[in-house]
T-cell receptor, first 116, second 116 residues
Framework: AQTVTQSQPEMSVQEAETVTLSCTYDTSESDYYLFWYKQPPSRQMILVIRQEAYKQQNATENRFSVNFQKAAKSFSLKISDSQLGDAAMYFC?????????????FGKGTKLTVNP | DSGVTQTPKHLITATGQRVTLRCSPRSGDLSVYWYQQSLDQGLQFLIQYYNGEERAKGNILERFSAQQFPDLHSELNLSSLELGDSALYFCASSGRGAPPRSDTQYFGPGTRLTVL
């Protein structure tokens, strides 16, 4: 069974600084997707960024970028120029791509605090 | 706003009761997923429907059932409720068009269920 591990239950960063959230996963599949979702206090799950496993190039979305190391099964999220609005729980998720089933397997989450 | 709607936002009920949670996917999305978020289990995949048919099942209890209707909205039925069923239940949707391959899932705002 696939597992996703986020080893940092909590992280903090100063406003305007850079922070990296870690995620490792375990799978025997070769074709899959990886995601980072953000959950602010409103509890809404918001997609931050997505990475296809077959792509070597790391995904970027404005201030958010990933470091995808397929061999190491590592998928970290870097947030640059952190803003107060970035404070939230961040969940790493592995997405299946087989037989029409696309369930997501989530890590336990990392709570990010942004200090002014 | 993800375009996925869920009703009700909050639900308080007693043990042994039955409730129905409703989800309307984004316009054009064919897949609906249900997830449960609890403090001890984290975010867990329950079930997926694609165009009215069950596509994948996760850790869904026998007391729980779901269906997707011809207009693509979905309902999650929870019966014989126990205290441990208290959680945030999310619906997500994906898959505009022909068979999705780990298309991005967009989440609704969730239904918070409290069982007393």
């Amino acid at each position: 069974a696939q597992t996703v591990t986020q080893s940092q239950p909590e992280m903090s960063v100063q406003e305007a600084e850079t922070v990296t959230l870690s995620c490792t996963y375990d799978t025997s599949e070769s074709d899959y997707y990886l995601f980072w979702y953000k959950q602010p206090p409103s509890r809404q799950m918001i997609l931050v960024i997505r990475q296809e496993a077959y792509k070597q190039q790391n995904a970027t979305e404005n201030r958010f970028s990933v470091n995808f190391q397929k061999a190491a099964k590592s998928f970290s999220l870097k947030i640059s120029d952190s803003q107060l609005g970035d404070a939230a729980m961040y969940f790493c998720a592995w997405g299946e791509s087989r037989g029409g089933s696309e369930k997501l397997v989530f890590g336990k989450g990392t709570k990010l605090t942004v200090n002014p | 706003d993800s375009g996925v709607t869920q009703t009700p936002k909050h639900l308080i009920t007693a043990t042994g009761q039955r409730v129905t949670l409703r989800c309307s996917p984004r316009s054009g999305d064919l897949s609906v997923y249900w997830y449960q978020q609890s403090l001890d289990q984290g975010l867990q995949f329950l079930i997926q429907y694609y165009n009215g048919e069950e596509r994948a099942k996760g850790n869904i209890l026998e007391r729980f059932s779901a269906q997707q209707f011809p207009d693509l909205h979905s309902e999650l039925n929870l019966s014989s409720l126990e205290l441990g069923d208290s959680a945030l239940y999310f619906c997500a949707s994906s898959g505009r068009g022909a068979p999705p391959r780990s298309d991005t899932q967009y989440f609704g705002p969730g239904t918070r269920l409290t069982v007393l």
